[in-house]
């Protein structure tokens, strides 16, 4: 990756991709395009979004398959006006090209290719050219909130959620409540709360089955973080291990109690 000084007349580009082999010959291909610097390669999808945040990139190539964080979630933390334009790299067609399209983006197939990359280095000049930041961040998140994309994403492993200036990865043990408050989606964890970007029904798609269980309308608990349960009849209120207590709803828990045998 080129150290030398940016030139401010060539669109900024990050690269994010697990494989060595794939970055470098990514880097390569777009080396060879004068209004594109690569000023930044990640190995995943958490440090992706560490040097967005740093670098500001106009374009980011994201592959959609990488250990911490997909592409696509990558994507999805994507914010304000310094959001950059996304073009997704994927060796697989079925990850609904429909959606990309209808948000003005782009995706490129493995193994790559000149002419093709051409093609989408043409369009991303294009795209940047005609502005639109903020209108293009609404349209990346409408399609990657599509239903076509929805039932496509993985289980979550790790949760991303926002400490700073960043996004940080919790493990899943280290969480014990994530709760809705004040039209915010927050998880404890490590004495603190971080704010989340899934709602509550979101996460009970994409957290590993049985793990976490709705006690209400509001509240997720994870299964494993419950220390003891009780409450008069009828009422069933869960101690957690960071000495928080939640009451289940009447509906709830039935489910609630099903889940601790």
């Given at each position: 990756?080129?150290?030398?000084?940016?030139?401010?007349?060539?669109?900024?580009?990050?690269?994010?991709?697990?494989?060595?082999?794939?970055?470098?010959?990514?880097?390569?291909?777009?080396?060879?395009?004068?209004?594109?610097?690569?000023?930044?390669?990640?190995?995943?999808?958490?440090?992706?979004?560490?040097?967005?945040?740093?670098?500001?990139?106009?374009?980011?190539?994201?592959?959609?398959?990488?250990?911490?964080?997909?592409?696509?979630?990558?994507?999805?933390?994507?914010?304000?006006?310094?959001?950059?334009?996304?073009?997704?790299?994927?060796?697989?067609?079925?990850?609904?090209?429909?959606?990309?399209?209808?948000?003005?983006?782009?995706?490129?197939?493995?193994?790559?290719?000149?002419?093709?990359?051409?093609?989408?280095?043409?369009?991303?000049?294009?795209?940047?050219?005609?502005?639109?930041?903020?209108?293009?961040?609404?349209?990346?998140?409408?399609a990657l909130d599509s239903p076509a994309?929805?039932?496509?994403?993985?289980?979550?492993?790790?949760?991303?959620?926002?400490?700073r200036r960043e996004v940080k990865l919790?493990?899943?043990?280290?969480?014990?409540?994530?709760?809705?408050?004040?039209?915010?989606?927050?998880?404890?964890?490590?004495?603190?709360?971080?704010?989340?970007?899934?709602?509550?029904?979101?996460?009970?798609?994409?957290?590993?089955?049985?793990?976490?269980?709705?006690?209400?309308?509001?509240?997720?608990?994870?299964?494993?973080?419950?220390?003891?349960?009780?409450?008069?009849?009828?009422?069933?209120?869960?101690?957690?291990?960071?000495?928080?207590?939640?009451?289940?709803?009447?509906?709830?828990?039935?489910?609630?109690?099903?889940?601790?045998?």
């Amino acid at each position: 990756m080129s150290t030398a000084r940016h030139d401010e007349t060539k669109l900024r580009a990050l690269i994010a991709d697990d494989e060595p082999r794939a970055r470098q010959f990514l880097e390569k291909l777009l080396g060879e395009h004068e209004g594109i610097e690569v000023v930044g390669a990640a190995k995943g999808g958490a440090e992706a979004l560490g040097l967005i945040e740093r670098l500001k990139p106009d374009v980011a190539f994201l592959d959609i398959h990488m250990p911490d964080l997909s592409g696509l979630e990558v994507a999805r933390h994507l914010r304000g006006e310094d959001a950059p334009i996304v073009v997704f790299v994927t060796a697989y067609d079925r990850y609904a090209v429909e959606a990309f399209e209808v948000a003005a983006l782009d995706y490129v197939l493995k193994p790559l290719k000149r002419e093709r990359l051409a093609e989408t280095v043409r369009r991303v000049m294009a795209e940047a050219a005609g502005g639109r930041p903020a209108a293009r961040a609404r349209a990346l998140k409408s399609a990657l909130d599509s239903p076509a994309l929805k039932g496509q994403l993985p289980p979550l492993k790790r949760l991303p959620v926002r400490h700073r200036r960043e996004v940080k990865l919790l493990d899943l043990e280290q969480v014990p409540l994530i709760f809705s408050r004040d039209r915010l989606v927050l998880a404890r964890a490590e004495g603190r709360e971080y704010l989340v970007d899934y709602t509550l029904q979101e996460l009970e798609s994409r957290l590993p089955e049985g793990q976490f269980v709705r006690v209400h309308r509001g509240a997720l608990v994870n299964v494993d973080a419950i220390e003891s349960y009780g409450g008069e009849e009828g009422v069933l209120v869960l101690k957690l291990s960071d000495g928080t207590r939640v009451e289940a709803s009447e509906r709830r828990a039935a489910e609630v109690r099903r889940r601790l045998r």
